[in-house]
Structures are given as C-alpha cells and as structure tokens.
C-alpha cells in the first residue's frame, strides 16, 4: 500500500487538549481504551528490561518490552513509560515480525505541518504525552496480527544531579501485568570511585528484598532487580502485579579532591563540589502570596512549611517575610537576625496569616529585593553571606504592575545581580513560564509545588537544597584559548550536597591537557582550586571499563548546553531568540534529542496502511492539572451534567459528540433534573443568584446552591455549605471539610474534601457533585454546585427531568453548517425531535477532571432555555420545594 498517513498529536498545540492521556476529543474516532482489558485479553508481555549505564553522572537507559499477541483476533499492544522529566528521549523503534519501525527525530515545525494536513484529514492519533509531578509520559500502540510478537525499545538520556549529597536515578516501574521475564538492571562507573550506593522501591516488601541486588566497589556499582512470576504476584495464584511504583538508585562518589577534570575526543567536564567547607550565613528575604487564592489548604500547607523552615534558620542568618496580596505587608521593617527569640516572634506571625485580596506580586517582589538591598547598605548583614528572595505564589499578579514583563524589568533592576530569586508556584493557577523567566534572569531556579497533601515538604525540601551556602561568586575558568563553546561556568551561589558541572568542546585537536581554575568567596576567606587533567589521565581512570559509550561527554555536553539554551531563549526576545532557537535545534537534531524544539515521528504499521505519530516533550510551563485516578477514564461524551450558571451537558456517545443549552430563571425556583416514578430516584436543583452586582444591567447569572436528591427511603440535601444525609430514624450532618466514605445498604457516599461529593445509590445508579468555591470576598460571586451522572443505565426508562430525559439515547442531525454572529462559533441547522432548530457550535466547561479551570466540552448549543431540545416548554420543570416528586 505504502500509503502515508501522518497522524499525531501535538500537546500545547491544539487548546482543548489536556494534557492527559484521556481527553482528546478534538480528533474523531478515538476510542477509549482501559489498560486492563489490553492488557489482559489476548496481549501478553513476556519480556520486559530497563537497563541503565551511567558513565560519569551522564545516563542511558534504555527500556525493552516484549509482547505476543495470544489471542485468535489482532489485538492493540501497548507501550507506557513514565521517564524523567530531565531526561531527552532518544530512540524508539518497535520491531513487528522481524521488521524495525524507527522513530525519527524531527523539527517541531515540520512536524506540526504534516500533524495540521494530518487533522484536516480527519486521521487519528497514535503516541500521547502527559506530564507528572517527576515523570513525563510515553505512550505508544500498535494493532498486531494473531501469534505476532512486537518489540519495543524506548532510550532516554540524562545527566543525574547532585542534591543532598547523591545522585537520583528514577525509574517508574509499572508493567500492569505479570511478566515472565522482568529485570531492572544498572551499570554504574564513576572515575572518581563510589562512596555510597543504595536503592529504594515503593513496592519492595520483604519477600522481594533478597531479589534485589546491589554492589559497588572501587568505580563500579552495579544494581540489579529480576524477581520471578511468582514473585510478582500481589498473593499467591493472583494475576496482580506488585511491581508498580518508584525505583530509585542513589548514590555518590569520593570526594578526596575538590574537582574532577576528564578530557575525552575533543571534549571536557569538569565536576566541582569541594568538602570540608564552612557554611555562609545567609540572608533570606521570604516573599509569600497571601491572596485570597490562597484561601484553605494552600495557606496552611505555607504557614506549616514556613514554621519548620524558620525553626531551622541558623542563629548567624537574617531573614524577614514579607506578604503580598492587594497591598505589601512586612513582619519587620528589615531583615533581622535569626535569634531564637526571633524565630519565636516570627512563628507568632507566620501563625496569624490570612488569605486576602488580589495577588500585587511586583510591590511584594520589590519590598522583599529592597530589603536586601538596604541591609547590605547599613551592613546590617555579614560581609561574607549569601542573599537570597524565596518567592512563593499561587496565582497572577493582577493588581499593581501586572504585566509580567514590567514586573521582571523591575526584578532585575532591582537586584542588578546581587540575589537569586527562587520562584515556587503553587499548584497550576500560576504563569509558570513568568516564574521561570524571572528566575532564570536572577540566577535562580522555579519550582512548581504540586497541591497535594504533602505540599508543605514539597516547600521544606526545595528549601532544604538551599539552606546551606557554601560559597558564592563561584568562577571557573580554562586558561587555554583552545576551548570553546563553554557552558555556563559562573554560578551565584554552591550549595551543600550540590555539585557544579561545566563542560566545553576543544578546537585544538593537539591540545591535551587543559587546567581549570576556580575561584569564589567561601565564610572566612577567598577561596582558589586549580586542577589539571589530560587525556592521558583521563584514559587511565576509564581503563577498567570497556562498555561504556566513547562519546559520553560530548553528549553530556550536548546536554548541557541544549537546556542552557533553552532557557535562555525563554528570557530572550527579537533576533536573539531567533538565534538561540536555531541552535538549541541544530543540537538537537544533531545529537537526537527530543526536546521541545523536536518531535519524534514513528511510522506505525496499521490497518495495512502505514500512520505516522509523533512523541513531544511536554513543557513544565505549559502543564495543567493530570486528571486524578478518581474518575475511571472515559471519553467525555459520556455522561449528563449541568454545572456553572446553569449550563446543560447532555454526552450523546453513539456521535461522539454533545448538546448543550442554559436555562434562565429567577433564584430560589427549584428544577427538576430527574424524576424516576420506577426507582423512586428523584434529584432537585435550587437557584442561587450572584450577588448584588452594582450596576445591574443584565439580569445576575444563576447557579444551582442546592440540591435535593432521594432515593429509597433516603434523602439528601447538599449545599455548598454541607450535606445532610437522612433516612426514617438517622440525620446525618457532613461538612464539605469532611474526607468521608460512608457505605450504607441502600447508599454510597464519598465526600472528596472541599473538591466533590460521589454517590452511588443501591440500585447501581451513580452521580458526581461538585463543589465550586470562589474567594469568600468576591464582590459578585457565590460558591456554587455541578452536578454530573456518571452512570444512569440502572434507572428506569420511564426516566424524566431536565437531565433525565436524555439518558435514552437521543439522536440528532446537523443538516448545514454556516456561519453564525461570532465568528469563532458557527451556527447549523439541527435536527432532533423531529424539530428543526438554529443551533450553535460552541463549548461548555466540564470540572470533574479539573474543578478549577474546567475541561472544554465541544457541544451544540440550543438557545431559548433549550426550547425544542427538551420535552415542552421549560418552566414544566418547575417544582414546588427541593424535595418535591412531580412526574412531568
Ligand atoms: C477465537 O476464539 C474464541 C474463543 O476463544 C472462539 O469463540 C472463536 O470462534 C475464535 N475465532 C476464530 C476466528 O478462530
Ligand atoms: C535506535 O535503536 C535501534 C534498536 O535498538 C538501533 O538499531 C538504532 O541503531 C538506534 N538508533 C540510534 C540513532 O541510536
Ligand atoms: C493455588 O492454586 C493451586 C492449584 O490450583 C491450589 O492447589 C492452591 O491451593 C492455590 N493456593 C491458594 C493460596 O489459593
Ligand atoms: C519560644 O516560645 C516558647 C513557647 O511560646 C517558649 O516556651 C520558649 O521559651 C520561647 N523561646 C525563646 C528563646 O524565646
Ligand atoms: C532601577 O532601580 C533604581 C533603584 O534601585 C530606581 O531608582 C530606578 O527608578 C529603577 N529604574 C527602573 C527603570 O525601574
Ligand atoms: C543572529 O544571527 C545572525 C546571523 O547569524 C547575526 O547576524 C545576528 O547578529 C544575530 N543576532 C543576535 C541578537 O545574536
Ligand atoms: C421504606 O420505608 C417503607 C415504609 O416506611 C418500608 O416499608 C420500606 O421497606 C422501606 N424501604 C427500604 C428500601 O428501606
Ligand atoms: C438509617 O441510617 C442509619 C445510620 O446510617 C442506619 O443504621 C439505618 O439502618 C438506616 N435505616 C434505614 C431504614 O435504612
Ligand atoms: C412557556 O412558559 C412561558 C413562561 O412561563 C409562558 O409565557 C409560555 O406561554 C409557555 N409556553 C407554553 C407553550 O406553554
């Protein structure tokens, strides 16, 4: 056939995709498919390895999996890797009876184009990209024949960072199966020999322990993991696999000399961490949004983490907090010493924080940089110290200097150099990209803090990695003029348990020993390291070691200088982003990277035709909230809703595709959603309005504040205060601050804390409500509910209400598409119920998923309070009381 069909996905290219493996609705014909009955009917995975090399901190790890297809009928294999977010894909290729499919790496652009033909033509998708808290996803499947064995074999490459004094090597372990042939093993060689090596696993219990083995003597570690069928199973005679979770391999090396200097093929790195060093006291200006985003979990998590973060301030440093929402707040009017008294007062303060107002981060930002500024002018601080602003926010500025561009002019003015600013941002409400720039430009780094329950030591450790300086102004310079092409080699600051890199390429190819010079200011002098290294040398430290890859610091430089780039193209603008764009990719071509400059383009055999897809390195700036395992995967035409003011969702599967209208009317009347007269399933929605608005020209959207719902002899009433559950003899009273499952005959209730509620009632019917909160001082806003049916096929056909009407299978047809008065939103003519309406394409927001930004819906829209769409004319729908049982 030999036809080419290029097919990808794009993350961050197409808006309504969200970076899940779940959601893509923007392209037809995807099916949704469950890792449990791939993995488990038919394809079997016999073989699976994950072996790593590591050559000087620089890692390779390439991932193999074997897998037959037992079944009589062509069966889709799967391949799912989570790997490293510092990690550059490198190859793939997967091997069908004997024939090699080899990834391709490309320019993004080029890729982008065939991926734009390739959706005009209305093709599918092939490999999805997500983004974890560490790890990124790889995913990739293929149609495979009867008895046909696939191979898939997945490289990614990483320079493994020092933190807390040990190296990290992260591998996600999860092959949702039993796996006849299963090892992990690593090869580890360091020249300057190993002083430590461990290894943990989240799923290691003690009948695994003995499998897993570790060594390590002189410059080689070795670890290796290959437990038995048996020894997978979660119990005896189980089909379950154990093995899903982290493994990680840890180590160091011996550091008898400050520097480590290697010289191989025309490269070098030079490794830099010096022991034995006095800490410098430091000066932190800790600058915290308190804004009324902030408002629950978020500011306790902070206040938590910033108590325990000044506990273990060292007496000889300085440090102030200073709090921004609309206005700037100080504890102190400038820094103080970290005395225990201080401390004490200070932890008196942090305790009285409260969430308020807009998010003015240029005037906190700049109150926090001034401090240091000021304290460095009085001599306030020790000469020798290190200064530093930890800035901590959770959402955008918008309110003072909001442009994000303004706000990072005046950073760098105000710091002209002096501080690095540490940017961490809380959860996925925040300009990442800005935080990043910002950093970037004052020599510091971001981090994003993910909103979870351990988010207070996700902030204890990041501060952690900077609690100690050693030493500041470090510069590391190579007095040959045969060097070139130099990463960075001058560095603010040296943390404890951190480590320096520099790498450069050397233009005299007779040049062969070359002699670095560091020099920085450390707690009591002015510090000065000389090393010399030559090729000879360098040679003699690798001659045990015969498997290593000969270009490893090239590529180590490669490494090195594609992220530099990187990252400087994100703070650069006009033709010098122009320029760094260019190089970042003519390295990456060159040394295969997939980087986000990159895509990897796999022809995929299928359907006898051949089908391109393509792996994209996903963007932590661009990443929004991973969908929580709390919803099993599904398309999102699959269930009814209505949520927001008051928008209509009706999922309409067999099309793939959904209606939507709104109906309009006063607060306080009550709508019946659905109304069972077989079951006895009733469930009825309240109206709420906004608050008085000020100049009230339209009327004050609705929503729903209150929602009644029986079924047996229970009823429940939910509002966005509490939920009160009651049957013939029991009241139950929960608070939306609960984290409950209650598990009763006739009910199931699991109330998500402050997120959403989920009932499932005796008769198998199922449903989700969702609790919006909006910042308690919103001039115009209330909290409000959504409530979504996740599985209504238990309830009768007699089924009736807003919602309930359309769990019978509705069918429609879109007769002429042209265009309608916004130009982004055509409008067409519709069949449905044998009426011809005037419909309009549009989107409405799903929040199951993501219950701050919401997830677009694409649907029809049917004006006039849905007139034509549902069963007569709206107000029919009105009800009495939140409890009342009326059959319409
Ligand atoms: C495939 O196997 C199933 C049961 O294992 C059987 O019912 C079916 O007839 C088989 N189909 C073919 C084409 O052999
Ligand atoms: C990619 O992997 C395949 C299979 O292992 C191998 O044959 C090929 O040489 C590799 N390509 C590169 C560029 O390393
Ligand atoms: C496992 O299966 C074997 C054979 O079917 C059986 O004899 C044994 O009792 C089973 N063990 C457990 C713990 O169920
Ligand atoms: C700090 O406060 C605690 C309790 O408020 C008190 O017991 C302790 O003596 C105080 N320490 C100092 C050094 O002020
Ligand atoms: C730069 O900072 C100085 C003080 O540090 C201030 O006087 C000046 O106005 C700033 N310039 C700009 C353009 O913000
Ligand atoms: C960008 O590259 C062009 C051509 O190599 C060069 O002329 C120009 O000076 C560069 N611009 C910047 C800002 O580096
Ligand atoms: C509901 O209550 C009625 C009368 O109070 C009782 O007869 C019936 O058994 C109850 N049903 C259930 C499911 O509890
Ligand atoms: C009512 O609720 C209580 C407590 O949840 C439970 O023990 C009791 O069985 C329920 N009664 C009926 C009739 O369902
Ligand atoms: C529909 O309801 C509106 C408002 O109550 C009313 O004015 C109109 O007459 C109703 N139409 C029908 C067909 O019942």
Redesign the pocket.
Known sequence: MGKHIPIYILLGLIPAVVISDILIYPLRNIKKRSATDVHTKGIEIYWMKIDCSVTSRFSRNVITSRAVNRANVSKEAFFDMELPKTGFITNFTMTIDGVIYPGIIKEKEVAQKQYQQAVSRGQTAGLVKAAGRKTEKFSVSVNIAPTSKVTFQLTYEELLKRNFGKYEMFIKVNPKQLVNSFEIEADIFEPQGISELEVEGTFINNDLLPVLKKSFSGKKGHVSFSPTIEQQRTCDNCTTTLLQGDFVIKYDVNRDSPNNLQIVNGYFVHFFAPKNLQRLPKNVAFVIDVSGSMYGQKIRQAKEALTKIVEDLKEEDHFNIILFESSVSTWKNKLIQATPENVNQSKEFISQIRDLGGTNLNDGLLTGIEMLNKAHESKSVPERSASLVIMLTDGQANEGVSDPRKIQENAKNATQGKYPIYNLGFGYGVDYAFLERLATENNGVARRIFEDSDAALQLQGFYDEVANPLLTEVELEYAENAISDLTQNSFKHFYDGSEIVVAGRITDNDLNSITAEVKAHGALEDLTYTEQADIEETAKAFEQQLYIFGEYIERLWAYLTINEQLEARSVAQGDEKVNLTAKALEMSLKYKFVTPLTSMVVTKPEDNEEKEAIADKPIEAEAKQQVSAYYPPSTPYHYSSVDGDPHFIIAVPQQEDALCFNINEEPGVVLNLINDPVTGVTVNGQLIGDKKSINDVRPPNTYFGKLGIIT??VTLEITTQKIVLQN?TVIRVFSWLDDVTLQEP?LTLIIKQKRSMEVSVGNGAKFVVVLHQVWKKHPLHRDFLGFYMLDSHRLSEETHGLLGQFFHPIGFDILEVHPGSDPEKPDATMTVKNNQLTVTRGWQKDYTADIRHGTNIPCWFIHNNGKGLIDGNHTDYIVPSIFSYKKI
């Open positions: 047996m002899n013939d006739s």
